[in-house]
T-cell receptor
Framework: DTGVSQDPRHKITKRGQNVTFRCDPI?????LYWYRQTLGQGPEFLTY????????KSRLLSDRFSAERPKGSFSTLEIQRTEQGDSAMYLC?????????????FGEGSWLTVV | AQRVTQPEKLLSVFKGAPVELKCNYS??????LFWYVQYSRQRLQLLLR??SRESIKGFTADLNKGETSFHLKKPFAQEEDSAMYYC???????????FGQGTELSVKP
């Protein structure tokens, strides 16, 4: 499968711990997106990269959240000092062009449960 | 404010019945509209985009700028259409998508 891959698929952590998710986009896709999805809601945009540059961050992304894409390939999303409200599915997506010009492909997501 | 609203959380129809999943949006410019679908145990995937004006798996969607709507329609529902459907818009800036809350379509035999 050469689609968007995310790791880990599931993570249970204690409140206050740090967690990191990794996303490997489809090869040669220069755009990479992070979304968060909670039960009963659609995906909410968090941030996106074009190559290694982080071009937009949502106000949803508090100071405890940081995303990187150091070499313009894979990306990591770190959540520091996790809170119960961080429990959600974290989705990664990638595309070769903008949504208007091409298709955005989603990964299967990383489930986070904060206990 | 940019917003996508899907008023129905759940839509249940019988096989062969027509289906209409509603989507309304608010956006000050000229957005691009999309429908994404998530089948059970599968990842979110693009179903169709308004700019292509195509029919995918028998589904069509017409952008009505006057009513700011982009409803998804299919004349005869099939059981394999059962899934979560998300309407989304792109704001022409960077390509991020803004999603609605989703509608679960259940097609009964």
């Amino acid at each position: 499968d050469t689609g968007v891959s995310q790791d880990p698929r599931h993570k249970i952590t204690k409140r206050g711990q740090n967690v990191t998710f990794r996303c490997d986009p489809i090869s040669e896709h220069n755009r990479l997106y992070w979304y968060r999805q909670t039960l009963g809601q659609g995906p909410e945009f968090l941030t996106y990269f074009q190559n290694e540059a982080q071009l937009e961050k949502s106000r949803l992304l508090s100071d405890r959240f940081s995303a990187e894409r150091p070499k313009g390939s894979f990306s990591t999303l770190e959540i520091q000092r996790t809170e119960q409200g961080d429990s959600a599915m974290y989705l990664c997506a990638s595309s070769l062009r903008t949504a208007q010009e091409g298709t955005i492909y989603f990964g299967e997501g990383s489930w986070l449960t904060v206990v | 404010a940019q917003r996508v609203t899907q008023p129905e959380k759940l839509l249940s129809v019988f096989k062969g019945a027509p289906v209409e999943l509603k989507c309304n949006y608010s956006y000050s410019g000229s957005p691009e509209l999309f429908w994404y679908v998530q089948y059970s145990r599968q990842r979110l995937q693009l179903l169709l985009r308004h700019i292509s004006r195509e029919s995918i798996k028998g589904f069509t969607a017409d952008l009505n700028k006057g009513e700011t709507s982009f409803h998804l329609k299919k004349p005869f529902a099939q059981e394999e259409d059962s899934a979560m459907y998300y309407c989304a818009l792109s704001n022409n800036q960077g390509g991020k998508l803004i999603f609605g809350q989703g509608t679960e379509l259940s097609v009964k035999p």
